[in-house]
């Protein structure tokens, strides 16, 4: 190279040093870096709609004390705020349960049942347990979860001594057969050799705790 060539040459930038000092890929590892990328930008997309699945709200189970409305698609919705039996019925139920769901329906048909039956010595009220209303009445007694609520109170005493409390959920927490007895307990106290004697339920009552 000639001096007068070596003169014309123009000083190298740093930008074109700096860019010469990167390090430069190989095709296969520009196309692993792409690779490596996606899978990063498609795992951080996946735990973003994970932790939106989280945050919706969902539907708690039967008997716990925060239910979500739904819509009434129940075959039991209509009972809601119907009561059945006389004024005067010694024994007075509330059916504090979830009338749009059916986990309690067993309880609710066999209430619905002897209530139509024995008006003249039961008087039972059913209070679908998600609504405002039955939140409210809920909130009344002292209530923490669904219900089902015999002359004031949801605890019953059996012969053996234990203790049941009808509230929580259904065939977990008690049985239809502990809830019949309950009844015909307080029917054999309200009314002696008069009270009526209640169907079956084809239930056993619950194992002692």
Same mark, same amino acid.
């Given at each position: @190279?000639? #001096?007068?060539?070596? !003169?014309?040459?123009?000083?190298?930038?740093?930008? /074109?040093?700096?860019?010469? !000092? @990167?390090?430069?890929?190989?095709?296969?590892? +520009?196309i692993f870096i792409g690779v490596l990328g996606g899978i990063i930008l498609l795992a951080v997309?996946?735990?973003?709609?994970?932790?939106?699945?989280? @945050?919706?709200?969902?539907?708690?189970?039967?008997?716990?004390?925060? $239910?979500?409305? !739904?819509?009434?698609?129940?075959?039991?919705?209509?009972?809601?705020?119907?009561? $059945?039996?006389?004024?005067?019925?010694?024994?007075?139920?509330?059916?504090?349960?979830?009338?749009?769901?059916?986990?309690?329906?067993?309880?609710?048909?066999?209430?619905? +049942?002897?209530?139509? %039956?024995?008006?003249?010595? @039961?008087?039972?009220? $059913?209070?679908?347990?998600?609504?405002? &209303?039955?939140?409210? #009445?809920?909130?009344?007694?002292?209530? %923490?979860?669904?219900?089902?609520?015999?002359?004031?109170?949801?605890r019953f005493r059996k012969p053996s001594g234990e203790e049941v409390v009808f509230a929580g /959920?259904?065939?977990? #927490?008690?049985?239809?057969?502990?809830? +019949?007895? %309950?009844?015909?307990?307080?029917?054999? #106290?309200?009314?002696?050799? %008069?009270?009526?004697?209640?169907?079956?339920?084809?239930?056993?009552?619950?194992?002692? &705790?």
């Open positions: @190279m000639t #001096e007068t060539e070596d !003169k014309g040459r123009q000083p190298d930038s740093e930008p /074109a040093r700096q860019a010469a !000092k @990167m390090p430069r890929f190989t095709w296969g590892e +520009r997309l996946v735990i973003a709609l994970m932790l939106r699945a989280t @945050m919706q709200p969902t539907q708690p189970t039967c008997g716990s004390g925060a $239910f979500v409305a !739904k819509p009434q698609t129940s075959r039991l919705a209509h009972l809601d705020n119907q009561e $059945f039996g006389a004024a005067e019925a010694k024994v007075v139920v509330l059916v504090l349960l979830p009338l749009r769901v059916d986990c309690h329906a067993p309880t609710v048909e066999y209430l619905a +049942r002897v209530a139509q %039956a024995h008006p003249e010595h @039961m008087r039972i009220r $059913f209070v679908d347990f998600l609504s405002p &209303h039955g939140r409210e #009445e809920a909130r009344r007694l002292n209530c %923490a979860c669904a219900s089902v609520v015999i002359n004031g109170s949801n /959920a259904f065939g977990e #927490e008690y049985s239809l057969e502990d809830v +019949r007895l %309950a009844l015909q307990t307080r029917l054999a #106290e309200a009314y002696g050799s %008069a009270a009526p004697q209640l169907p079956p339920t084809g239930q056993t009552a619950t194992a002692p &705790h």
